[in-house]
């Protein structure tokens, strides 16, 4: 199993910039896709930003440009800077891994974290 600890959500207002974190920990053999998802009242889940193992990065339309994420693969954490926010980015973030629990096995288990809340106030 994988565990998820998020961290860094809160409000903040308009124009300004948070950061959000995600530890992973448990039993694993490798972790391929680590991302954030948010999820606002009355609308479905929505990807924010993805970054692989090897770093490639895909973000959504919405926050390219002021977003970065990123990850250590060391520490198995990720990332997420964003700057320049807007009441629409109102939302519970979730951190997402996607991963290979076994070197023998390559099934790859996607993982959530239980969300933190970003509220960005006008």
């Known amino acids: 199993q994988v565990h998820l600890v998020e961290s860094g959500g809160g409000l903040v207002q308009a124009g300004g910039s948070l950061v959000l974190s995600c530890a992973a920990s448990?039993?694993?053999?490798?972790?391929?896709?680590m991302g954030w998802y948010r999820q606002s009242p009355g609308k479905q889940r929505e990807l924010v930003a993805v970054v692989t193992w090897g770093g490639d990065t895909n973000y959504a339309d919405s926050v390219k440009g002021r977003s970065t994420i990123s990850r250590d693969n060391a520490k198995n954490t990720v990332s997420l800077q964003m700057n320049s926010l807007k009441p629409e980015d109102t939302a519970v973030y979730f951190c997402?891994?996607?991963?290979?629990?076994?070197?023998?096995?390559?099934?790859?288990?996607?993982?959530w974290g239980q969300g933190t809340q970003v509220t960005v106030s006008s």
């Open positions: 448990g039993s694993f053999f490798s972790i391929n896709d």
């Open positions: 997402n891994v996607k991963v290979q629990l076994s070197r023998l096995r390559p099934f790859v288990y996607e993982f």
